[in-house]
């Protein structure tokens, strides 16, 4: 198992490889599919992606942290945070693929 980190560009080329579309084509499709998640998260909606997982945005409440190095305490004001939720597929097609590559 490498460390290979899956680009846009591999996506698009990916796309390219098994649909047929041309290279320009592809990667239109993926950026728009991108774009869409995208504008869903920033509008705070989930996006649920059956058999892969799901996107869900969460807000967090302002909240006293710690700086590590001095102790000093400092407030951390409220944001909202991204979580990725695999789904029980995906758990399992990705621990399939562990036992797989063990043998």
């Known amino acids: 198992m490498g460390s ?3 680009t846009r560009a591999d996506l698009c080329e990916a796309v390219y490889q098994k649909v047929g579309l041309s290279r320009t084509e592809s990667a239109e499709l993926v950026e728009q599919v991108l774009a869409e998640i995208s504008a869903s998260l920033e509008n705070g ?3 649920k ?3 892969f997982g799901s996107f869900v945005v969460r807000s967090k ?3 006293i942290g710690r700086n590590p190095k001095t102790g ?3 407030p951390i004001s409220p944001r909202r945070v ?3 939720k695999p789904s029980n597929v995906l758990k399992q097609r990705i621990n399939d ?3 797989e590559g063990a043998s």
Do not use: K, N, Q
């Open 4 to 6: 290979h980190t899956v």
């Open 45 to 47: 909606e989930s996006v």
């Open 49 to 51: 992606l059956s058999s």
């Open 61 to 63: 409440g302002e909240r």
């Open 72 to 74: 000093e305490e400092v």
């Open 82 to 84: 991204m979580v990725f």
């Open 97 to 99: 693929a562990l036992v």
